[in-house]
Antibody, heavy 121, light 108 residues
Framework: EVQLEQSGAEVKKPGESLKISCKGSGYTFTRYWIAWVRQMPGKGLEWMGIIYPGDSQTRYSPSFQGQVIMSADKSISTAYLQWSSLKASDTAMYYC??????????????WGQGTLVTVSS | EIVMTQSPATLSVSPGERATFSCRAS??????LAWYRQKPGQPPSLLIYGASTRATGIPARFSGSGSGTEFTLTISSLQSEDFAVYYCQQYGNWPLYTFGQGTKLEIK
């Protein structure tokens, strides 16, 4: 079974750094892109960017370029999303999802269970 | 950026009845359109891809149609687990994905 397992909830203060993870299993991790999606409290889904674990290529949404960094460690089938200086407005649920670079197959499936990030002083 | 617009924002339907959701793209995405369902407290899950193909395990009461800029998701006979939020997503402008703002399906 293809699965994505995300790291647990985080509570941080403004200005702190954070790195959350997404571990893939049940498939060849290096052959699919991983997408990150933000969902702010009570709001809809926002695509943040994608990373290809095979060679760590990244593509960012213009809305998130420069705000976060995506990385991957293919040796442990894990993708990461990190912030260097969190803001209260980063409070949200963050999901990872598997996708393809084949435009005809680039939907998101499956999704991780989500990581809730709370930033508060 | 391709903007995806879903309507209505909220849909009130009785169990056993039909629900129809609309999604419009600001420019053509061909058939590169997916639908997701998000139940409360859960991540989204894939329902439909390629505008009209049901994902694995999705029951036949779910159907998708459309191409280009106009798309529809229909649930033929609503079950209790269908009351959730539904999102459309275009992936035709890879890698610049965009989601619609969502339609909440509530019990009438």
């Amino acid at each position: 079974e293809v699965q994505l397992e995300q790291s647990g909830a985080e509570v941080k203060k403004p200005g702190e750094s954070l790195k959350i993870s997404c571990k893939g299993s049940g498939y060849t991790f290096t052959r699919y892109w991983i997408a990150w999606v933000r969902q702010m409290p009570g709001k809809g889904l926002e695509w943040m960017g994608i990373i290809y674990p095979g060679d760590s290529q990244t593509r960012y949404s213009p809305s998130f370029q420069g705000q976060v960094i995506m990385s991957a460690d293919k040796s442990i089938s894990t993708a990461y999303l990190q912030w260097s200086s969190l803001k209260a407005s980063d409070t949200a649920m963050y999901y990872c999802a598997r996708t393809s670079a084949d435009i005809g197959a680039a939907w998101f499936d499956p999704w991780g269970q989500g990581t809730l990030v709370t930033v508060s002083s | 950026e391709i903007v995806m617009t879903q309507s209505p924002a909220t849909l009130s339907v009785s169990p056993g009845e039909r629900a129809t959701f609309s999604c419009r793209a600001s420019q053509s995405v061909n058939s590169n359109l997916a639908w997701y369902r998000q139940k409360p407290g859960q991540p989204p899950s894939l329902l439909i891809y390629g505008a009209s193909t049901r994902a694995t395990g999705i029951p036949a009461r779910f159907s998708g149609s459309g191409s280009g800029t106009e798309f529809t998701l229909t649930i033929s006979s609503l079950q209790s687990e269908d009351f959730a939020v539904y999102y459309c997503q275009q992936y035709g402008n890879w890698p610049l994905y965009t989601f619609g703002q969502g339609t909440k399906l509530e019990i009438k």
